[in-house]
C-alpha cells in the first residue's frame, strides 16, 4: 500500500545557506533515492490555497511503495546527513501517513 510523507514548512526559511545546502544534497541523492526507496514527488513548494485554517508557508508530498520504504528513506544517514540542514534553515513537521 503507498505511503505519504508531508512536510510543512511551518514559517519563513530563517537562515537560507543551510536550506540550500539541504537541496544540493537532495539533488545530489535523487537518484539513489528514487532507486532505492521508491521515492515520488508529487508537490514541491507548489502554489496552494487554504480552504480552512492557516496555510504553512510551503509543502512538500513525497509518495512511496509502502510506509516501512518511506521510513528507511527518512531513517537513511544519507537522509539524516540532509536533514540536518533542513533543521538549521526552517522549522518543518514531517507527517507520514498510509494511503488506501
Known amino acids: 500500500m503507498p505511503a505519504y510523507m508531508i ?10 545557506a543551510e536550506m540550500d545546502a539541504y537541496s544540493a544534497s ?3 541523492q ?5 532507486e532505492k526507496y521508491g521515492l515520488k514527488p508529487l508537490a514541491v513548494y507548489g502554489a496552494m490555497e487554504a480552504l480552512e485554517g492557516e496555510a504553512p508557508d510551503g509543502v512538500i508530498i513525497l509518495e512511496f511503495p509502502s ?34
Open 7 to 16: 512536510f510543512t514548512r511551518e514559517g519563513p526559511v530563517f537562515d537560507q
Open 26 to 28: 537532495n539533488r545530489a
Open 30 to 34: 535523487a537518484g539513489n533515492f528514487v
Open 67 to 100: 510506509a516501512d520504504d518511506a521510513r528507511a528513506w527518512y531513517n537513511s544517514p544519507e537522509y539524516q546527513a540532509a536533514a540536518e540542514h533542513r533543521k538549521k534553515g526552517a522549522n518543518y513537521r514531517a507527517i507520514l501517513v498510509e494511503g488506501l
